[in-house]
């Protein structure tokens, strides 16, 4: 008999029954409820890991800026205000001026690694400027002052002593710009006082010191010319300021100072007394370095060999003359010189009292081969020139009269024997000797 046929879905779930193996710890009639795939699950979940630590580490990361630029502005704000403070000060006054140093040193910690640390590093410099200025005008006020209760009577101090005082009336009178117009006009009322002071006290010591008698003639010629030295000074000032009544009244004692060392000349250098006088020989050896004379000029030759000096002219020298003297140190006052010499082409000049430079405020002599003390060129001439207080002299030739010169109280009274040599010029000095009397 033959087997009813089975329905198509009755075997198909046979089939599927034979094929799965029953799952341990799981009825075979259980669900099949889970994926067959896990891989998405476990996406999903690194996604939420990395997702919540990504907000986690930014709400970190934002907290730490926020609280970094909350510092920040409160550091600026600190050092802005330090830098404010610095800036109020008033460094035009001394007792500001040094608040606001201690002040700045205080924070320099905070300030100095802002870029206004320049401002205020020139702030500090300007504030011990002022601190240093106050200080110096105390110290000026202070001396002034000293000076003020010395000077009560300027008459009573001697010469050396107003000198001493005058130095420092011209460090005084340096500071002037920081003590203000009132202290200046003081000052320069107070000096004026002094220098006349000094201008007869000069006077005063000078004539004291040679009254008494020819033994005490030569003490009083050196007051004279320390005298001469101050009262000259004093005139150059008083001219040099412009104000004609002062310089009137200098030029009066200055003149009159040279009056009186002129009659003390005249009295004590006598020949007799000249004769005494030890003679010095320019030309020697002893001498030769004493020379100073013009450098680097082509040509200029001055060599003094066996007693006398060969001079030679510079060459290519653009017209400027050479010069040469002697006694720069010294400075000369009043002598006699045996001068022989011979000028063999050209022309020179001698200047007696040389001072610092060669021009018309300084006695000349031009040795020159036209006019009236026309030379001779190749000729030998054997002069004795005798330059004493304002008296100038000239023996051209032995056992002839002397030739008188006056020495105009406007030229120098002390100083070198000097020769200008020009271009083209030749001479030789036989002999150069001297009696130097002051």
Not at 10 to 19: G, I, L, M
Not at 82 to 102: E, R, S, V, W, Y
Not at 239 to 246: F, M, Q, V, Y
Request: glycine content about 6%.
């Amino acid at each position: 008999m033959a087997t009813p046929a089975r329905s198509r879905a009755a075997r198909a779930a046979e089939v599927a029954e034979e094929e799965e193996p029953p799952r341990r710890g799981r009825a075979r009639h259980e669900p099949l409820d889970e994926p067959k795939d896990r891989t998405m699950m476990f996406g999903w979940i690194a996604a939420l890991v990395i997702t919540v630590g990504a907000g986690l580490f930014f709400l970190k990361v934002k907290n730490q800026k926020d609280t970094e630029k909350a510092a920040e502005a409160a550091r600026v704000a600190e050092v802005q205000g330090i830098i404010d403070k610095i800036k109020g000060f008033d460094i035009t006054k001394p007792d500001q001026a040094q608040l606001m140093i201690d002040y700045a040193e205080q924070t320099r910690a905070k300030w100095e690694p802002e870029p206004v640390a320049v401002d205020i590093t020139s702030l500090e410099a300007r504030g011990k400027n002022t601190i240093e200025a106050e200080a110096t005008r105390k110290e000026t006020q202070d001396r002034f002052d000293g000076i003020v209760a010395t000077l009560k009577d300027p008459t009573t101090h001697t010469a050396d002593e107003l000198i001493d005082l005058r130095r420092s009336f011209d460090e005084l009178e340096s500071r002037g710009s920081l003590m203000g117009a009132e202290f200046a006009a003081k000052l320069a009322e107070l000096r004026k006082t002094t220098d006349h002071a000094l201008a007869d006290k000069v006077l005063e010591e000078a004539k004291a010191a040679s009254a008494g008698g020819p033994e005490n003639q030569l003490a009083g010629l050196q007051k004279y010319a320390k005298a001469e030295d101050e009262l000259l000074r004093l005139l150059e000032k008083a001219h040099n300021s412009g104000n004609k009544d002062e310089k009137a009244w200098f030029e009066q004692r200055y003149r009159q100072c040279i009056t009186e060392s002129d009659a003390l000349c005249a009295e004590l250098f006598t020949p007799d007394y000249i004769q005494k006088v030890q003679r010095r020989d320019l030309l020697s050896a002893d001498e030769a370095g004493t020379w100073n004379f013009t450098r680097d000029m082509e040509g200029f030759t001055h060599d003094i060999a066996d007693g006398s000096m060969h001079i030679t002219g510079p060459t290519n020298a653009a017209g400027r003359s050479a010069v040469l003297s002697i006694g720069d140190r010294e400075k000369w006052r009043d002598f006699v010189l045996e001068f022989d010499f011979t000028l063999v082409k050209g022309t020179s000049s001698m200047y007696l009292r040389l001072g610092p430079a060669v021009n018309s405020t300084v006695e000349s002599i031009d040795l020159v081969t036209e006019g009236k003390d026309a030379l001779r060129l190749g000729e030998k001439n054997t002069w004795e020139l005798s330059c004493i207080g304002s008296k100038l002299s000239i023996v051209k030739e032995a056992g002839s009269d002397p030739i008188p010169y006056d020495i105009n109280w406007t030229k120098f009274r002390k100083g070198a024997i000097g020769l200008v040599v020009p271009e083209g010029t030749e001479m030789v000095i036989s002999r150069m000797r001297i009696r130097v009397l002051r």
